[in-house]
Nanobody
Framework: QLQLVESGGGLVQPGGSLRLSCAASGFTLDYYAIGWFRQAPGKEREGVSCITTSGASTNYADSVKGRFTISRDNAKNTVYLQMNSLKPEDTAIYYC?????????????????WGQGTQVTVSS
């Protein structure tokens, strides 16, 4: 069974940091571009970041540029999202998703596999 499993979410104060992980089981991530999306209550799901299969290219939403960093360790079959300088508006459920192509996409419908999500809450 092909699965993506997110972890690392939690409650953090404004200005704090979290590192999310996206681990694959049942398949190898080597051939999948991986995206991170988030959905806040009452809002549509939005793309946060994406990394190509080799890790050579990454994309970020304007709202997280300079604060978030996406990376991958294909040997561990895992993709990470390092989130620094967190703001209350970063509060959302964060999902990772995979598409079997080299390049990234900001469109959720272009991803075939999704994790169950991990809650990130930024609050004092």
């Amino acid at each position: 069974q092909l699965q993506l499993v997110e972890s690392g979410g939690g409650l953090v104060q404004p200005g704090g940091s979290l590192r999310l992980s996206c681990a694959a089981s049942g398949f190898t991530l080597d051939y999948y571009a991986i995206g991170w999306f988030r959905q806040a209550p009452g809002k549509e799901r939005e793309g946060v970041s994406c990394i190509t299969t080799s890790g050579a290219s990454t994309n970020y939403a304007d709202s997280v540029k300079g604060r978030f960093t996406i990376s991958r360790d294909n040997a561990k079959n895992t993709v990470y999202l390092q989130m620094n300088s967190l703001k209350p508006e970063d509060t959302a459920i964060y999902y990772c998703a995979g598409r079997p192509y080299y390049d990234c996409s900001g469109y959720a419908y272009e991803y075939d596999y999704w994790g169950q999500g991990t809650q990130v809450t930024v609050s004092s």
